[in-house]
């Protein structure tokens, strides 16, 4: 008889992390646009935002490739 192979999780936690990386971006984006105040930091906030949400997208996809 052959042993089973044990049974591989799923990271879980690799996902969340991504998706929470994911929105703080999108939320910096929002309130750069959104918030009047930081007119003279909109341009560099936006750029933040897109910077942050893009490694969020990274880690989405390298959980992703993990979970295959």
């Known amino acids: 008889m052959s042993q089973s192979e044990p049974r ?3 990271p879980r936690s690799g ?3 991504g ?3 994911t929105t703080f971006g999108t939320a910096i ?3 750069a ?4 105040a930081a007119r003279e930091w909109m341009v560099p906030l936006i ?3 897109l910077l942050v949400s893009m490694a969020g ?5 390298r959980s992703k490739r993990a979970i295959k």
Not at 33 to 36: D, E, G
Not at 57 to 61: A, E, I, V, W
């Open 57 to 61: 997208g990274l880690f989405l996809l």
């Open 33 to 36: 646009i959104l918030v009047p």
């Open 47 to 49: 750029l933040l935002g």
């Open 15 to 17: 996902l969340f992390g």
């Open 19 to 21: 998706v929470a990386i």
């Open 8 to 10: 591989q999780t799923i």
């Open 29 to 31: 984006v929002v309130i």
